[in-house]
């Protein structure tokens, strides 16, 4: 599927169009509303105090739950600049404080939070665990309201309520359901973390889309840290809704998100907003939602992204009249907006999921008409592919490889996902996975061993990607262990085989039968391929009694049939096993029909 301007400007449009839906739902006006009510009640002499405290309300009302956080008294650009240095995740495990730990991962082991934000939550820390437990069931992992739960603050109050959220989140237990989700409004809030921070809340599927931050055009707050600093290392995440008088606009994309942080505030221009100024801002779009100009956005659509990027800085505040898209500024915006969502669409056409998707589906389809057609040439597919008995068998390699790449990838970005995400993505994807390893992972042993005097693939040759599906597949089935019913009996002919590293035993299996053969082997190598032999043996017939490999291991021409002709010329006529009484008997024929 390729990516053209025209679907860059429908992303576009719909920040547009989401940023209505948002004011339509009446989100903010409800939220807001609760925000005044709080403040409103705030104690005369906690208003006149020179330390910062939170307090919070519940509010029900009939489609929704709020909870709203504010700071008494309320907070000014002084405390925000106060403790605008960050915390890193490491300090705050230091600190007997890991409460957010869950945001690391091997991927990124670090983030940091602001200090004044922490600081304020760690010191609310009892009555916040109160209110956690009044709204959500630790036994469950679900929340106890039986309407939409939305979490609001203003300013600090916002840094709060953001970070409840975010722990809210991660005792949830995970479900595709959004609306079973707290979603997070905030309003005038500071920046409360850096990349770190941005980029463990972006790899989780759903929770960047639970936060929505309010900002007003000309509010300090929002964008204080990238204003007031050189290298600014503050970084937003969620949804930024802009908005003015004049209009609103949905933005997601961080990059342009920061932008537009920074050219919103000037010197001149920034104003400390409090929760009133916002509530007259919602109750005016309100009232007069922005009429799109319908010639404009009806034409066909240029080849320049120009225009509509005039039109949602319009939308946010900015006065831009045909002269002033001449000022250096405002010119340079919006020339390096267009750059960057040029390049994010190239980004997008370079890794569509789903034609990615169908792409590995076609080449598993392959490997399966492949398998099938082995079987009916009378030798297996590890074995055809091993020796490459045929021309087609060449061909595999390139199919092969595109699977391996694919997986490879997903295993390693699933790997880096915080826990809890990851578990969740894992079991999504963990049944294509274990069929994806037991198909292809036969064929990257057969391509090992087919190299003279390899041994130990194990060690040596298998990609860390196998054995974290592997690995993850045994903890999924666990609990389901039991002997074979009537359905996997019946369904053998048909299977892969489950142990995907069969084969690598078989070659060590063939191996070992050659060092017993050798008269120049010493004493202590085949005592260990002895050992091996008898471990391999029952292994074999473990695997048989649960219905666990596939009848292609009987073939006529198989690397297991060899390896039995091997094994019944090194062991003695006395010797009697469970295995060989099996293939004496030729119980296989029987094993195939599912009735051994």
């Given at each position: 599927m390729s990516i053209s301007v025209c679907d860059t400007f429908s992303r576009f449009i719909s920040g547009l169009d989401l940023a209505d839906l948002v004011v339509n739902a009446d989100l903010l006006q409800l939220s807001c509303d609760a925000i005044e009510d709080l403040h409103a009640e705030t104690n005369p002499h906690q208003k006149l105090s020179s330390t910062l405290s939170v307090r919070h309300k519940l509010v029900q009302q009939s489609n929704c739950t709020i909870i709203a956080f504010a700071t008494s008294p309320l907070c000014t650009k002084d405390h925000i600049l106060q403790g605008g240095d960050l915390v890193s995740s490491s300090t705050l495990e230091e600190q007997k404080f890991p409460l957010f730990d869950f945001l690391r991962s091997k991927g990124n082991p670090s983030f940091s939070i602001l200090r004044v934000a922490i600081n304020l939550f760690k010191a609310y820390f009892q009555e916040l665990s109160q209110l956690k437990d009044q709204i959500h069931d630790s036994t469950t992992e679900e929340l106890l309201v039986n309407s939409w739960l939305i979490v609001t603050g203003h300013s600090l109050g916002g840094t709060i309520a953001s970070l409840f959220t975010l722990w809210l989140?991660?005792?949830?237990?995970?479900?595709?359901?959004?609306?079973?989700?707290?979603?997070?409004?905030?309003?005038?809030?500071?920046?409360?973390?850096?990349?770190?921070?941005?980029?463990?809340?972006?790899?989780?599927?759903?929770?960047?889309?639970?936060?929505?931050?309010?900002?007003?055009?000309?509010?300090?707050?929002?964008?204080?840290?990238?204003?007031?600093?050189?290298?600014?290392?503050?970084?937003?995440?969620?949804?930024?809704?802009?908005?003015?008088?004049?209009?609103?606009?949905?933005?997601?994309?961080?990059?342009?998100?920061?932008?537009?942080?920074?050219?919103?505030?000037?010197?001149?221009?920034?104003?400390?907003?409090?929760?009133?100024?916002?509530?007259?801002?919602?109750?005016?779009?309100?009232?007069?939602?922005?009429?799109?100009?319908?010639?404009?956005?009806?034409?066909?659509?240029?080849?320049?992204?120009?225009?509509?990027?005039?039109?949602?800085?319009?939308?946010?505040?900015?006065?831009?009249?045909?002269?002033?898209?001449?000022?250096?500024?405002?010119?340079?915006l919006i020339s390096e907006w267009e750059r960057h969502e040029n390049r994010k669409a190239q980004e997008m056409k370079a890794i569509d999921p789903n034609e990615k998707l169908n792409i590995v589906k076609i080449r598993?389809?392959?490997?399966?008409?492949?398998?099938?057609?082995?079987?009916?040439?009378?030798?297996?597919?590890?074995?055809?592919?091993?020796?490459?008995?045929?021309?087609?068998?060449?061909?595999?390699?390139?199919?092969?490889?595109?699977?391996?790449?694919?997986?490879?990838?997903?295993?390693?970005?699933?790997?880096?996902?915080?826990?809890?995400?990851?578990?969740?993505?894992?079991?999504?994807?963990?049944?294509?996975?274990?069929?994806?390893?037991?198909?292809?992972e036969p064929l990257d042993i057969a391509q090992y061993y087919r190299q003279t005097g390899k041994r130990d693939y194990l060690t040596y040759g298998r990609s860390r990607h196998y054995i974290l599906l592997e690995q993850w597949q045994k903890e999924q089935t666990e609990k389901l262990a039991g002997p074979p019913?009537?359905?996997?009996?019946?369904?053998?002919?048909?299977?892969?085989?489950?142990?995907?590293?069969?084969?690598?035993?078989?070659?060590?299996?063939?191996?070992?039968?050659?060092?017993?053969?050798?008269?120049?082997?010493?004493?202590?190598?085949?005592?260990?391929?002895?050992?091996?032999?008898?471990?391999?043996?029952?292994y074999v017939m473990d695997q048989i009694n649960n219905y666990a490999v596939s009848p292609e291991i009987f073939l006529e021409k198989s690397s297991f049939t060899k390896w039995w002709k091997d094994f019944q010329e090194i062991i003695e006529t006395s010797h009697n096993s469970p295995l060989t009484d099996f293939m004496k008997n030729r119980r296989y024929r029987q094993y195939e029909r599912g009735q051994f």
């Open positions: 989140l991660d005792n949830i237990r995970k479900t595709t359901r959004t609306n079973q989700l707290p979603f997070c409004i905030t309003f005038g809030s500071p920046l409360i973390g850096d990349q770190g921070l941005q980029r463990a809340i972006s790899e989780h599927s759903q929770w960047n889309s639970c936060f929505l931050h309010v900002a007003a055009f000309k509010d300090l707050s929002p964008g204080i840290f990238i204003t007031s600093q050189p290298n600014p290392q503050h970084m937003p995440f969620g949804t930024y809704f802009f908005c003015s008088e004049l209009g609103c606009n949905c933005v997601e994309d961080p990059e342009v998100v920061s932008w537009l942080l920074k050219s919103t505030i000037t010197p001149v221009s920034a104003e400390e907003m409090g929760i009133d100024d916002y509530s007259g801002i919602v109750k005016h779009l309100k009232s007069r939602l922005i009429m799109k100009d319908i010639s404009q956005l009806g034409q066909p659509v240029t080849p320049s992204l120009r225009p509509e990027m005039i039109l949602q800085l319009k939308a946010i505040g900015f006065e831009i009249s045909a002269q002033q898209q001449q000022n250096n500024i405002i010119n340079d598993m389809a392959y490997l399966e008409w492949y398998k099938k057609d082995c079987k009916a040439k009378g030798v297996g597919y590890y074995d055809s592919y091993k020796n490459l008995y045929f021309k087609r068998d060449g061909e595999v390699t390139k199919h092969k490889k595109v699977l391996f790449d694919y997986w490879k990838k997903l295993v390693e970005d699933l790997e880096r996902k915080p826990q809890k995400e990851g578990a969740f993505m894992r079991e999504t994807w963990l049944f294509a996975g274990t069929n994806y390893r037991r198909m292809v019913n009537d359905k996997k009996k019946q369904s053998v002919a048909g299977i892969l085989t489950e142990d995907s590293c069969f084969w690598m035993k078989v070659e060590e299996a063939l191996i070992s039968c050659k060092l017993l053969k050798d008269e120049t082997s010493s004493t202590s190598e085949k005592q260990s391929a002895r050992e091996f032999l008898n471990t391999f043996e029952q």
